[in-house]
């Protein structure tokens, strides 16, 4: 029986036919998968939860230069 910490969150179960899918693309495909994925998850994040990540992780930091001007 999982502990109540485990049942904290959600799951997802990948499928053979996603992960032959994804094995099939090319590197240029999964780079771009990649970066559309950087792309939502920065998107949805709330500015507050943008530098709460940097108490995790503070060597991650995206220098301003690189960062799109457009959100």
Not at 7 to 27: C, D, I, P, W
Not at 51 to 62: G, H, S, T, V
Request: glycine share 2%.
């Amino acid at each position: 029986m999982p502990s109540e910490k485990q049942r904290v969150g959600f799951t997802y179960t990948v499928t053979m036919e996603q992960m032959e899918k994804h094995a099939a693309l090319s590197t240029e495909e999964v780079f771009q998968w990649i970066e559309e994925m950087a792309i939502f998850l920065y998107e949805t994040q709330t500015p507050e939860e943008r530098e709460r990540k940097y108490d995790f992780k503070p060597n991650k930091r995206i220098p301003p230069e690189l960062l799109r001007k457009d959100i």
